[in-house]
């Protein structure tokens, strides 16, 4: 939803948090949910020593809007769902969340959210769905941790976090 880009950005933002760079993270050193790899692909360039730390909100909103919420096509889809799928997109990448998305209502997942797929969330119970998608991260985030023992140190905040956005999302819906 068009008007839903600002409050899901704090949301998001207040989720990621600040600076980490921890060697177990996957994603490398990151600053306010944004690995260093992101952001140098977003700028075209190799980032410089010292410069993840310096990121603020404002200047990490433009690569969350054009690198997560338009791909997930955040404007076009309903209020809660447009945040439960970008903060999953910032979490987990855009592909699998579309694809989370579309199997939660029933449309082929090829990753791309398309008219095919709108349309299906449009005619969709939303509880239903944000039940469904919800259900989708923690098979997710547990599979990461069995599957790789050194992920198992962050499965209680990834859990934390996906009841914390479907709480959140389904007080928009109320």
Known sequence: MKANFDASFERVIKAEGGY???????GGETNLG?????WG????????PDEMKALTKETVKPFYRAMYWDKV?????PLAVD???????VNAGVSRAA???QRAVGAVDDGVIGSGTLGKVAVTNKQ???ANFAEQKQNFYKGLAI????????LKGWLARVDHVKSAADSMLA
């Open 20 to 26: 980490v760079n921890d060697p177990d993270d996957r």
């Open 34 to 38: 944004v690995t260093i790899g992101a």
């Open 41 to 48: 692909a977003y700028l075209g360039r190799e980032i410089k």
């Open 73 to 77: 096509k955040g404007d076009d889809l």
């Open 83 to 89: 945040y439960v799928v970008f903060d999953f997109a």
């Open 99 to 101: 694809k989370f998305l």
């Open 128 to 130: 239903r769905l944000l």
């Open 147 to 154: 599957n790789n023992p050194s992920q198992q140190k962050f």
